[in-house]
């Protein structure tokens, strides 16, 4: 899994790496193996997206009297990847993994009256999208949709404990009713609800499930998720799974994170934007499959931080999405500040799409208010997981005319964020920066530098690609804000805090691929010193690709040509970050479609604390 031989900063890091303890455990190199194992043997396709069944949804009678047809008997049974899964769905609705992706849009079940697809309706006040929002190293929050009738008078509700017979803790919560405004003709309702799990013991395995307040409401499944923990518990050694980019395809990583979090590779998700693309179209069904196909796979027992990306803004030149998108995600995510100060329960969402709403009042509530520097917000905000300090910025830029959205009051906050961090590095030894946006990137070199930045910013330059990024001219050259002012603008904002505070690792998505730097220092390599051992800059990675539309199982990696760059990678995939004290940072490449690690490299420092 690790040898020196892998690392490419030669024989300098195979002498000094031995200095350090192996950090694998057989037990761990095998429960791993299990897990991924158990993922094959299920599975035609190697560990991507799963395929998911609603049983609680139910088939229109109007349209199909007879109901569903079991799956096995239908030509459609070609689209599952599971046969064992598709056996017990039975006639249920579901979203079988390989099925074309407008039909994947809600759930769906072959009519046996006529042999033809028919979607299938939600059921009222059944929870589905629950997702665990990391607020704190012991707090997380259960976030769920219901939808109704009206407006719930009574808060919703979940069960806790840490035995699956015995759920000895009731907890109430908040609702939010949310109804689209982007939909012509009748707009729909939804019940957004959070719960928050505090108090939270490190690494314990808790089991949950959850209600609306209605009466009468129906109970989730039993779910179960192990806690999250501070620098104290198990030597603070800390797992992370993060990526950018994912859509609800066939090769996005959703199977991965399922096996990587049941076998303890990952404790925690950090998704760096652009969810679903886009959450609010298709009258916010693609948002919710999306959940509901990410909730079952992983979120509902493997906390997550939720990174806010151009598919939800429309604070972008050149972005497509519509206002719905942008404000279902401000209130999806809302969770991150949940449990507010008093005097602050006038904090208000824009969302305007359902899955915003839920998303961005899931971060809300959790991470917004208990971060080392709360930011009142869930379009940034920090939160401390074991060894690591962890931070989500909103980069993008503005849109003509206007301010960047990374200056002023997230920039003001920034700085004190991370200045609270650096004083804490006795506790929490690493600083990891995240955004949609890179600021390095061996494709924002070159030619591409003189291209449009609002198309480079927007939607339509991510139609066809599925790896990488487009670039396209300015169509006047005279009166053009491009690629290099853009970067520039970033850098100069970014790269001064970036050193004041020697953050570690700036990481992020939005070009579809993978792409790791030397440290770096105010835009060039430091000191010339190509190498992980004792850094004097910041390392910048893109992991750009978790599954976007279209993505093809297919993985190449290869070094890069860009000075500063390291290795290039392209297709489908995600990394692992594991820290395993204060000076070692380990960080793995992983495919998608094989769940091959084919990239790994480690961060190591003299002494625990600043690296420079």
Known sequence: IFSDSRL??????????????????MSRIISYAMAITAVL?????????????????????????????????????????????????????????????????????????????????????????????????DIVVASFVTFEDAPPQIAPVAELGTRENALTTTLAGVSHWYTTSHVSGTPRNYAMHFVRFTGLVPRQRYYYRVKSGITGAAWSDVYSFRAPYDHTSDGGVTRIAIYGDMGNDLHNNQGNLAADCASGAIDAILHMGDHAYNMGDDNDNRGDAYM?????????????????????????????????????????????????????????????????????????????VHGAKPSGTSQWYSVNLGLIHLVGLDLAPGSPGQAPVFSGQQMEWLEQDLAAADANRENVPWIIVTSHYPIYNADLTGD?????????????????????????ACHNASDCYTVEAMLKDSRSNLDPLLYKYAVDVYDAGHVHSYDTTWPMCNGVVCEDERSYIHPKGTVHITEGNGGVPGLKGVNTIKNCTTPYARKCGTGGAYGRFTAYNGTVL????????TSMVTDTWQIVKRTPGRGW
């Not at 949940?338 to 709403?357: E, F, M, V």
């Not at 380990?586 to 479609?593: L, M, Q, S, T």
């Open 8 to 25: 490419d900063n030669g024989a300098k890091i195979s002498r000094e790496l031995k200095a350090y303890q192996n950090p694998f455990t």
């Open 41 to 137: 043997l299920v599975s035609g396709i190697d560990a991507n997206q799963l395929d998911t069944v609603m049983n609680t949804y139910r088939v229109d009678t109007t349209h199909c009297a007879s109901g569903c047809m079991p799956w096995k008997n239908t030509t459609s049974a070609q689209y599952w990847v599971s046969p064992s899964a598709m056996e017990a769905a039975g006639a249920s609705c579901a979203m079988p993994a390989a099925a074309p992706r407008a039909q994947n849009y809600f759930p769906w079940c072959i009519c046996a009256l006529n042999n033809e697809p028919v979607s299938c309706q939600y059921s009222m006040s059944t929870p589905e999208q629950l997702n665990l929002v990391l607020a704190a190293s």
């Open 292 to 368: 509901n196909a990410f909730s079952k796979a992983a979120l509902a027992s493997c906390p997550w931080m939720p990174v806010i990306g151009n598919h939800e803004s429309t604070q972008c030149p050149g972005d497509e999405v519509d206002e719905s998108t942008h404000e279902r995600y401000l209130n999806q995510t809302w969770g991150a500040a949940y449990g507010q100060p008093a005097g602050s329960s006038s904090l208000t969402s824009t969302a305007t799409s359902a899955l915003g709403h839920l998303l961005s009042r899931g971060s809300l509530l959790g991470a917004g």
């Open 448 to 472: 591409n530098l003189k291209a449009s930045a609002a198309y480079y910013l927007g939607d339509e330059a991510e139609t066809y690609a599925t790896s990488g990024h487009e670039f396209k």
């Open 586 to 593: 380990a960080y793995e490449h992983v495919e998608n479609p």
